[in-house]
Nanobody
Framework: QVQLLESGGGLVQAGGSLRLSCAAS????????MGWFRQAPGKDREFVSA????????YYADSVKGRFTISRDNAKNTVYLQMNSLKPEDTAVYYC???????????????WGQGTQVTVSS
């Protein structure tokens, strides 16, 4: 069992930066791939980024590639999402998730956090 808690969301102007954190409980955190997804009002949940258990393999949606960076610290049971050059279209609730593969498909994740709101003003 893994419990996830996101933090770091907030209101930022376009062009600004935020760093999201996702703290995990449970001794098996390091064995899971971690993903970040987001969901804007009236839209489907969207893949943002994922990282394999070792941190050696990372994946990004085209819409965030070059602006967002995912990383993890297995000693701290935490995964991060550094978001730079934010745009109004990045506004959404951001969720972290744990699963076996680091997939872009949200159904392949077993555990989810409650989400943190990111709002980017123009």
């Amino acid at each position: 069992q893994v419990q996830l808690l996101e933090s770091g969301g907030g209101l930022v102007q376009a062009g600004g930066s935020l760093r999201l954190s996702c703290a995990a409980s449970g001794r098996t955190f390091s064995s899971y791939a971690m993903g970040w997804f987001r969901q804007a009002p009236g839209k489907d949940r969207e893949f943002v980024s994922a990282i394999r258990w070792s941190g050696d393999n990372t994946y990004y949606a085209d819409s965030v590639k070059g602006r967002f960076t995912i990383s993890r610290d297995n000693a701290k049971n935490t995964v991060y999402l550094q978001m730079n050059s934010l745009k109004p279209e990045d506004t959404a609730v951001y969720y972290c998730a744990a699963g076996p593969y680091g997939s872009r498909w949200y159904r392949e994740y077993d555990y989810w956090g409650q989400g943190t709101q990111v709002t980017v003003s123009s």
